[in-house]
């Protein structure tokens, strides 16, 4: 069983993005945290960080399963790998990766960490789907797409090999340790990924709208009420003239409801029966928009916000549609975004079923979050 140690690199600057983007939550986790997850689950076995005066505080404090050192970076990302080999005591395997590539995915580390174990090597390396042309003064050159690849991470080596090829080599003109392994003479092997966006690097604005779309989540919801005389309706945190109305521990406000467990589901954090159980007496007549606002507010604590929510209620009567925009704008305010990225629709079922008798109302919801 070979021993592997992943150096991640958490020194680097953020000139390009204007904030920073290791220390930046995406969806909840830093680009650290995520790259630390894939390194785990990918098979890292004890971590090595190289961290900047800006990263450091974070890195510090962050929960690392394994056995794990921190070590300042250098002034360029190959003195910071340089330090992060020196600090290794005893390796067989060593996967040098970039914070900023968090989007890499664990079985890409996997192959990676296997392809050195069974080759001395696995840099993980992306396809060229664009045309590449070379211009030199005067002259254009079209490459052959089929013979390029983009360099990425992990790259992975035999640590003896990479360790030497990193004293030996001239750490001042390369960007990446590949270069340094083909300068010590030896022949990489390469992990090729399809996808250049799952594992691209956070540099620019747009990479990081790509790495917020990775993240998106979707969740749905759905509801019931019994429709009972004595009752207010309350739906989408409006009332409604009507002669009948929900019943319901709280409000029972079946549209809000179908939102709030479609919310939950996105965010991974239960359903509405588990935050605000039917026998609490707190809720015992509830606001729904209360509990819709108190939804929202722990799925901005864990770092989502709400992208866009559509929902559909089901009755027979009343009438839904003259509510509608009332109901958005209301809901939308809870939420946190503009009325227009909540829909709110209504259907009936031609008289069938229970909600086509005026038994019930229903309500369906899909959210998703960012
Ligand atoms: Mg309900």
Redesign the pocket.
């Known amino acids: 069983m070979s021993r592997v140690v992943a150096v991640l690199l958490c020194a680097g600057g953020s000139v390009r993005m204007g904030f920073d983007k290791l220390l930046t939550p995406i969806a909840g986790k830093t680009a650290i945290e995520r790259s630390l997850d894939a390194l785990l689950l990918g098979g890292a076995q004890e971590i090595v960080f190289t961290v900047s005066p800006t990263t450091r505080a974070f890195v510090e404090a962050l929960h690392c399963p394994v056995p794990s050192r921190i070590v300042s970076g250098g002034e360029t990302r190959a003195e910071s790998v340089y330090r992060a080999l020196c600090a290794i005591d005893s390796a067989d395997i060593v996967a040098i990766h970039d914070a900023a590539r968090c989007m890499v995915s664990p079985e890409t580390v996997r192959q990676s960490i296997e392809s050195a174990r069974q080759f001395g090597s696995g840099v993980v390396a992306g396809r060229v789907t664009d045309t590449i042309m070379q211009i030199r003064g005067e002259d254009i050159l079209p490459l052959d797409r089929s013979k390029l690849i983009r360099m990425q991470t992990p790259q992975t080596f035999r640590f003896d090999r990479i360790k030497a090829a990193y004293e030996a080599g001239d750490r001042s003109k390369v960007t990446d340790d590949c270069a340094l392994y083909l300068a010590a003479g030896y022949q990489p092997e390469f992990v090729l990924t399809d996808g250049e966006a799952a594992n691209q690097k956070l540099t620019t604005a747009e990479d990081w709208q790509q790495a917020l779309a990775t993240y998106a989540r979707f969740g749905t919801g759905f ?3 019994r429709l009972v005389e004595g009752r207010k309706l309350i739906l989408g945190g409006i009332e409604i003239p009507f002669a009948k109305g929900l019943l ?1 521990h ?1 409000d ?3 549209l809000t ?2 939102i709030i467990d479609a919310l939950l589901g996105a965010a991974g954090l239960g359903d ?1 029966g588990r935050l605000f159980p039917d026998s609490d007496a707190a809720y015992a007549g509830a606001d ?1 928009l209360e509990l819709l606002r108190e939804v929202v507010r722990r799925i901005e604590d864990s770092g989502l916000r709400v992208a866009y929510v559509d929902a559909t209620v089901i009755c027979e009567r009343p009438k839904i549609k003259p509510h509608a925009a009332q109901m958005q704008r209301r809901l939308a305010d809870a939420m946190h975004v503009l009325p227009e990225f909540v829909s709110v629709k209504a259907t009936t079922t031609e008289g069938m079923n229970d909600e086509g008798k005026g038994l019930c109302i229903s309500a369906s919801a899909i959210a998703s979050l960012i």
Do not use: L
């Open positions: 509801d019931t009420h319901g709280s029972a406000d079946v409801h179908a509405i729904s």
